[in-house]
């Protein structure tokens, strides 16, 4: 009974922790739109982020499950995945080191981590100029080899 009571609280948590997410972006982002999934406890948010530098358009997408540090993807221009352009493999962004960030209930997307999206497609687009990431950098696993 306890641990059915337990499971319940957690599932509550989760539920609530989705919704503020979603709210708070979509209050402080309205190019932002997104959607909760109660059952596999996902927030999804899509949109359009113009770039200041150049005026281009980046489609992202960005994938939250309670608790843990968001996803984000530029699904527009196509950008192939590298760890030059601080990229994953997956072709989820790096914004952040993990060491920086102590994700927890208490974090909020719409102001650790959207803000980061339009300083990464910054540095991109100074990447695609110079041929250098000015942006911050720490080191990454060995697994996430240069491309």
């Known amino acids: 009974m306890r641990n059915k009571m337990v499971q319940n609280q957690r599932v509550l948590e989760k539920r609530r922790d989705l919704v503020r997410q ?14 909760v999934n109660m059952t596999k406890f996902e927030l999804t948010c899509k949109g359009q ?12 997408e960005l994938r939250y499950s309670p608790f843990q ?17 601080h990229m994953y493999s997956e072709g989820n962004l790096c914004l952040y080191h993990p060491d920086e960030i102590n994700w927890n209930k208490k974090s909020m997307i719409y102001d650790l981590t959207i803000p980061r999206i339009a300083e990464w497609i910054m540095y991109y687009e100074l990447w695609q100029l110079t041929g250098e990431w000015e942006g911050p950098e720490y080191p990454h696993p060995i697994n996430e080899k240069k491309k």
């Open 22 to 35: 979603k709210r708070s972006i979509e209050e402080n982002y309205e190019y932002l739109k997104c959607r």
């Open 49 to 60: 982020i113009c770039s200041d530098f150049t005026g281009k358009l980046f489609q992202i």
């Open 69 to 85: 540090i968001p996803r984000v993807f530029v699904r527009k221009p196509n950008i192939p995945p590298s760890i030059k352009i």
